[in-house]
């Protein structure tokens, strides 16, 4: 896979550069791999295709969802509408894509992509996007770019390096496509649904082989039965930490985020504890959220969990070490055992209506 054609900082001066940027920006097209889950897709596939729409007035955005059964068929009715800026959108039906595994996926990147000939490939930021990229962009022998959180036209992004501590501005020189993963939270969806539903067509798979499912296969899905909100597009997030000490006790987490509405989350530390499924992950190797109001309890705020979640409008900590890394980036803190707090906030918040 190359690696040469990613340049950090580098200035626009150059006329020839000014050019061929000019010249390049008329033929943008955009495919963005959209995940789809009971018949609907993902919040975090449409901020892609918000993010995409950044790159020029004049990008033609296509989604590309892969599976099989009536679900697909109600995610592809769900994509042509969800966002204006969705040019058409392309199905792959087939039992070799219904689970969403990245050799497969991979391989139909790639076909799509020869067909069409787009300049850029998005997908978010996820376990998804990060699955499936990098092995399709090894396919078309292109550098990936990870976790865009701003765009400044075709081929310049900025990304955080170093656990979220720095913004490194990326320029990219390479082969089309330029293929990047974008963190969802740095584009929220500001556009409403379309008025008309763009075209639906039918990927043509005669030439996909029987090779693609050789190296992995799918075994299971776990996923908790719940109300609350998704932890990754929730208002309100309420987290816990290793401070909560055992399972049981973290169940004082699930209740207050219950009376708040709120998604539940934890720290790496709690997950490899056994406090939690690892799905609830907030951090650098867990989830990245942004939500409105993110409360830690008994968090200490290492490096790696702030990067998932220092865009949170307001965050709120409590710990009993006062001088708590997660005290640098709270907006309101609280230095006190959560065994005291969180009961006495459950007494006096009332039901949740």
Known sequence: ?????????????????????????????????AEHESGQIKSSSISSVEAAKSLSEDNTISVLLAGSGPSLQ???????????????????????LKYPLAEAWAKLVESVQKTGGYSHIFAASGSFGKNILPRAAALLDVSPITDVTAIY??????????????????????????????R???????????????????????????????????????????ERPDLGNARIVVTGGRGLKSAENFKMIEELAEKLGAAVGATRAAVDAGFIPNE????????IVAPELYMAFGVSGAIQHIAGMRDSKVIVAVNKDSDAPIFQVADY???????????????KLPEKK
């Not at 592809?76 to 966002?83: E, F, G, L, Q, V």
């Not at 058409?88 to 087939?94: D, I, L, P, T």
């Not at 609830?280 to 989830?287: A, E, F, I, R, W």
């Open 1 to 33: 896979m190359a690696m040469g054609p990613i340049l950090r900082n580098i200035q626009l001066h150059k006329p020839w550069f000014s050019l061929h940027h000019s010249s390049a920006s008329r033929f943008i097209s955009t495919l963005v791999l």
């Open 333 to 347: 803190g609280l230095v006190g055992d959560l065994f005291e707090i969180i009961p006495e906030l459950l007494e």
């Open 74 to 96: 109600e995610a592809a009715t769900h994509a042509a509408s969800c966002h204006p800026s969705v040019s058409q959108v392309f199905v792959a039906e087939s039992d070799k």
């Open 280 to 287: 609830l992950q907030v951090g650098q190797t867990g989830k």
């Open 184 to 226: 969802s939270t740095s584009f929220p969806i500001t556009s409403g649904a379309r008025a008309n539903a763009a075209p639906i067509h039918q990927v043509d798979l005669s030439t996909f082989g029987e090779d693609v499912l050789d190296k992995s296969r799918y075994v299971n899905q776990s996923s908790q039965d719940t």
């Open 153 to 182: 036209g075709c081929h310049q992004f900025v990304r955080p390096i170093y656990a979220g501590n720095a913004l490194c501005t990326v320029r990219y020189t390479g082969e089309s496509p330029c293929m990047l993963t974008v």
